[in-house]
């Protein structure tokens, strides 16, 4: 096929639609040399870089002449900073200098960010491997009557790399979620689903306290939030009224929840769960068994002055027990969780060819896909007899990669919002 | 007539699907959603249903003041009341001010309540329970409730490994309710029962048989009695 790109220094950079391309461009990457560190820590840095490139799902590396774009690093000091040419233009881009300390979790976040940027010369897109993940680790904590389960929330890279306990409450945690947008309420704030005082409660606690507190002034469990994409409105579940119904909470980043909780949707003899917004916020894709099997629904955001549908549209209707619906961040696509042939797998919902699409495929149970910033990459976590771990998965490259090990259920992953423009 | 509208389209669906390879999962599930389905649309028929509705203000968007939240005004929740909600106690447990404690200060039952408060188990992806022995426990728990006056309860719903971890979350809920609603019918004050769900976090079987997920779905009792805190 005839390959057609259109290469230009449109505000400074390089930009290669990849559109009638069908497949990766390909990037060559020099060895990084230099005397501030060892041989050993720089190929080690250097695999960091091509990982990132191998599952930025634009590119991959390949170690010859004649690929798309070369990469040549260049190591001086302790300044790293590369030179990327487009092999058929001959034009070239410098990146840097980024500056490494020695300590390989903070190269390794230094190796994402130059990813990002290097994805953004190469695709015109900026990468996501320097946003993080939050989950939920699982265990069982030995006490005089046995054991008792505990969960708290971690954080780590993109990758599952840097992995750190945030939460410290000795309790049980899930559910987190990142804030959209950051104001004095929620700056280097999260929140999540936490059991402390027994029934599950919606908090806020800080990156830096192992400790957070509840926030929404609400009776009963307080299940599965999400955050809108501007952060100005929360959905979830609760069952304040005696059934587990769906919720809103109309949310200020500066204040916290303006007024009270508005309940959305409920429905006798049924169970509701696992709320997502579209990205303008106007429409909740959620879980309802209110015909039989669970399915996703849709059903429009309440408020004022708008003329809102009480009766949400059925969408996905291919599968079996679709749950744990998540919107992508472009809108275009809705990630779930289905059973297909007697294992629940991840299936993408396409809102423009209204197609149901199973992306992940094996024996394991997959659950709780959560998107990337670039609405291409998500993350999931299995559910095995002997196990539970996050994956990471793109719809260009269907190969899944376990990004989490060790003890533990990994489970409830959330990817961390680009804030402001891509 | 109208009543019956969705057993008479469930027994319809059965007979047709008899014939069909599908194991009798598939069909039950079949069955039962296009019984909704059909009593659903039934209901439109009947004109019984609104499509949509405006919010024609600010104060009706807000609410009444002394509510905790804004309800729906949904003509479904008047009418469908065969499934009643009772709305939870508003005091919170281990709240700051509040007269209850966290639920570290709740007990398993030991000793002769330990038979009172039994476990009670449920039929897969269900949250009705089928065992009459189970009904004369809740009504002997109420009837010990209603003695005990100063008993507080947590009653906890759980859920076997086969559903995702996030539908059951919300399973858990609606189990744990409707044990609620069974005392509270039988005369127990609502504001000393409160429910939790823990979905599929902790099962009491690390099993995957049949025999491990029916010991899972099951709901579980804690109890404080005030009188005797310190």
């Known amino acids: ?422 | 007539m109208k009543k019956y509208s969705w057993l008479f389209a469930a027994l319809g669906i059965a007979f047709l699907t008899s014939s069909c390879q599908s194991n009798s999962n598939t069909v039950w599930e079949d069955t039962k959603t296009m019984g909704r389905y059909l009593h659903r649309k039934g209901q439109l028929l009947w004109k019984q249903d609104v499509d949509s509705k405006m919010i024609e203000s600010a104060d009706e968007f807000n609410g009444p003041q002394e509510e905790e939240y804004i309800p729906l005004k949904d003509e479904d929740l008047r009418r469908q009341f065969a499934d009643t909600s009772i709305p939870q106690p508003k005091e919170v447990p281990g709240a700051i001010g509040s007269s209850i404690p966290s639920i570290d200060q709740f007990v398993k039952p030991a000793s002769h309540l330990a038979s009172l408060y039994q476990n009670l188990y449920f039929n897969t992806d269900e949250h009705v329970l089928r065992s009459k022995e189970y009904y004369k426990n809740i009504a002997n728990i109420a009837e010990y409730m209603k003695k005990n006056n100063d008993t507080y309860i947590f009653v906890s719903g759980h859920c076997d490994e086969r559903a995702s971890e996030a539908y059951n979350l919300a399973l858990g809920t609606r189990r744990a309710n409707t044990i609620r609603n069974l005392l509270i019918k039988r005369g127990v004050n609502p504001n000393h029962i409160y429910t939790i769900s823990f979905g599929k976090e902790m099962p009491s079987d690390l099993g995957h048989t049949q025999e491990a997920w029916a010991k899972n779905r099951r709901v579980e009792f804690k109890i404080f009695e005030k009188k005797g805190s310190k």
């Not at chain 1, 040549?72 to 990327?84: F, I, P, Q």
């Open chain 1, 1 to 422: 096929m005839q390959l057609s790109l259109l290469f230009s220094f449109e505000e400074k950079e390089l930009v290669v639609p990849l559109s009638t391309r069908s497949f990766l461009s390909t990037v060559s990457v020099s060895p990084l040399k230099g005397s501030s560190f060892s041989e050993e820590y720089l190929a080690e840095l250097r695999n960091v870089l091509l990982v990132d490139i191998n599952r930025n799902g634009s590119c991959f590396v390949e170690a010859r002449d004649g690929t798309d774009f070369h990469v040549d690093l260049e190591l001086t000091g302790k300044g790293l900073s590369a030179l990327v040419e487009l092999k058929r233009g001959g034009v070239t881009k410098t990146l840097g200098p980024y500056s490494l300390c020695g300590s390989l979790p903070s190269d390794r976040r230094i190796l994402h960010t130059f990813h990002d940027d290097l994805a953004q010369i190469i695709t015109g897109k900026r990468g996501i491997a320097s946003t993080r993940l939050l989950f939920a680790i699982q265990f069982p904590e030995k006490t005089p009557q046995g054991y008792e389960w505990r969960s708290e929330i971690w954080e780590s890279d993109y990758d599952g790399e840097n992995t750190r306990q945030v939460t410290q409450e000795r309790s049980y945690c899930i559910n987190p979620v990142f804030f959209s947008s950051e104001g004095e309420f929620t700056k280097g704030k999260f929140m999540y689903v936490n059991y402390k005082k027994g029934q599950p409660k919606i908090y806020i606690s800080s990156f830096d306290s192992p400790r957070g507190n509840p926030f929404l002034s609400l009776r009963g469990n307080q299940l599965l939030p999400t955050l809108s994409q501007k952060g100005d409105l929360i959905a979830f579940i609760s069952d304040a009224s005696g059934r587990a119904d769906l919720f809103i909470q109309l949310f200020s980043r500066n204040h916290g929840p303006v007024g009270k909780p508005i309940q959305v949707f409920s429905y006798p003899k049924s169970v509701q769960a696992s709320p997502t917004f579209r990205p303008d916020g106007k429409k909740i894709a959620f879980v309802s068994d209110k015909n039989g099997t669970p399915r996703i629904f849709l059903i429009d955001t309440p408020y004022p002055g708008r003329d809102v549908s009480t009766h949400p549209i059925c969408l996905t209707k291919n599968y079996r027990h679709n749950t744990c619906p998540a919107w992508s961040p472009d809108g275009t696509k809705l990630a779930y969780s289905a059973m297909i042939d007697g294992i629940r797998q991840i299936v993408v919902y396409d809102f423009l060819t209204q197609e149901e699409i199973p992306l992940t495929r094996g024996s394991s149970h997959k659950e709780n896909p959560t998107w990337a910033p670039n609405s291409l990459h998500i993350i999931y976590n299995t559910v095995d007899h002997s196990s539970s771990e996050l994956y990471i998965i793109n719809l260009k490259q269907k190969e899944p990669l376990q990004i989490t090990s060790g003890p533990g259920k990994k489970h409830y992953p959330a990817w961390e919002p680009t804030r402001g423009p891509l």
